[in-house]
Nanobody
């Protein structure tokens, strides 16, 4: 059974920082591209950042220079360090694991709320 469990969300003031973590089980973690998506109210889910099995990273333009994605294949975890947070970053953040081109396996966490507000 595949599980992706997010932690680290919450309420933070504009300009502050949060670190999200996702613990994966039930998959051969090192083979998967891991990502963080987010969905704000009334908007579609969007890719925030991902990191391939080889360690290559990709970020949506709006978070470049502020967010950093990293993975630990020994611990089966992927983290998202979020700095200089803005109100526009408020959303439910989802951990994602995908494998294959085209994708043959695609898994989601339950989501975690991040609220940026004064």
């Amino acid at each position: 059974q595949v599980q992706l469990v997010e932690s680290g969300g919450g309420l933070v003031q504009p300009g502050g920082s949060l670190r999200l973590s996702c613990a994966a089980s039930g998959i051969i973690f090192r083979f998967y591209t891991m990502g963080w998506f987010r969905q704000a109210p009334g908007k579609e889910r969007e890719l925030v950042a991902d990191i391939s099995s080889a360690g290559s990273t990709n970020y949506v333009d709006s978070v470049k220079g502020r967010f950093t994605i990293s993975r630990d294949n020994a611990k089966n975890t992927v983290d998202l360090q979020m700095n200089s947070l803005k109100s526009d970053d408020t959303a439910v953040y989802y951990c994602n694991a995908r494998y294959g081109v085209p994708i043959v396996h695609n898994y989601w966490g339950q989501g975690i709320q991040v609220t940026v507000s004064s």
